[in-house]
């Protein structure tokens, strides 16, 4: 207890007055308080307030496609792996729209979070947006083109058929919700690999703090980057867990006013699929037994780039590796996959 009354003055010839008894015991209840009140959640007044937040706000929709196709010549749903039935794989999509009606632009942002089935790992897995695969119903395009043509629902599919994976939950994101939460969090710190400047902003290479429209600004750079695209995928994936590490560090998560306030921006900037209830958020939050630092980051394995039979630039998928990828995420063997290949 004594790092928790560090501030207080030493004592004198190790005699406590009533005085100081009355300071130091009140920090000391209200900090057990809040201990037990993020552990035992569920009767306590602070877990009510965050889940009246996020039903107030959270904006829920059909993201999630029919487990029967509507094209007889699509393959159905992947069923839930027998050896992985625990784990969980949320798709995370950036665009510039949240609306639910296709034609809505291209992803700008692909990922898949899973969660290990015992919670004490996770993966953050990019999916580069020129990555040439096969949409259902579409024939082959780039990956972030199944958005634009059937939404969310249709981005799904396409990454469980890539994947031969049961994708869980959807959130998606805007450009202005993703400037919302960076300033909600007071900016995020990441490792920045690469220097450049864009859109004003300068960004050298080490710690690097972003918010608002310079996070923005930062995450979208490829140009100037050595990988282009894959660099900027890469970027995608430091914010994230940068602002994973944010939310659950203890400046936000013992400060009650602070959590509420930023679990209620990030439920009205993000939607959500209609099963993804604020139980199961709270439930699948409490269960996770890993830091968000802990997140193992990788990228869809690649082979290279080409052209398409139209023209356009494309990333070829190294089918390979995407083999022993589809084999990891079904056994919830992730982990192993990315200590051989630490960069997808």
């Known amino acids: 207890m004594s790092t928790l009354s560090s501030d207080d003055p030493a004592p ?34 602070y877990a009510g307030s965050v889940d009246h937040s996020v039903e107030a ?3 829920q929709a059909e993201e999630l496609p029919p487990d029967v196709p509507l094209d007889p010549a699509d393959e159905p749903r992947p ?19 949240r609306t639910a009606d296709a034609g809505q632009g291209r992803s700008d942002v692909l990922m898949v979070l899973h969660l290990d089935g015992d919670r004490r790992g996770a993966s953050l897995i990019s999916f ?5 695969v096969s949409i259902p119903g579409h024939g082959k395009n780039k ?12 981005a799904v599919r396409t990454l469980e058929g890539l994947l031969d994976v049961r994708m869980d939950h959807v959130a998606i994101i805007d450009f202005a919700g993703f400037i919302a939460l960076t300033d909600e969090l007071g900016g995020v710190t990441v490792d920045n690999p690469y220097a450049s400047v864009s859109q004003g902003y300068d960004f050298p290479v080490g710690n690097v703090t972003v918010r608002g429209e310079q996070a923005l600004a930062y995450v979208r750079e490829r140009h100037q980057l050595p990988g282009g695209d894959l660099s900027r995928s890469e970027r995608q994936r430091l914010v994230v867990q940068a602002m994973l590490s944010k939310v659950g560090s203890k400046d936000v998560l013992l400060n009650p006013v602070r959590l509420n306030r930023f679990v209620g921006a990030a439920a009205r900037q993000v939607t959500v699929d209609k ?26 394995p690649l082979d290279g780039f080409g052209t398409s039979p139209t023209g356009q630039s494309i990333d070829k998928v190294d089918t390979s590796r995407l083999k022993e990828l589809k ?3 079904r056994q919830d063997t992730v982990d192993d996959y990315a200590a051989r290949y630490p960069n997808g």
């Open 275 to 300: 099963d993804l209830t604020t139980t199961q958020l709270r439930k699948t939050a409490l269960s996770v037994r890993f830091k968000p630092d802990d997140i193992i980051s990788i990228q869809a």
């Open 57 to 59: 706000n959270l904006q």
């Open 128 to 132: 580069p947006r020129d990555m040439y």
């Open 143 to 154: 990956i972030n083109a199944a958005y634009s043509f059937g939404g969310a629902p249709l």
């Open 12 to 45: 004198d010839d190790d005699v406590v007055d009533q005085s100081r008894r009355s300071r130091v015991l009140p920090k000391v209840l209200v900090a057990a308080a809040v201990v037990v009140v993020l552990a035992l959640v569920g009767v306590f007044t």
């Open 327 to 329: 084999k990891a995420l």
């Open 79 to 97: 069923s839930r792996s027998t050896s992985a039935q625990d784990a969980v794989n949320y798709v995370i999509i950036g665009s510039d729209s």
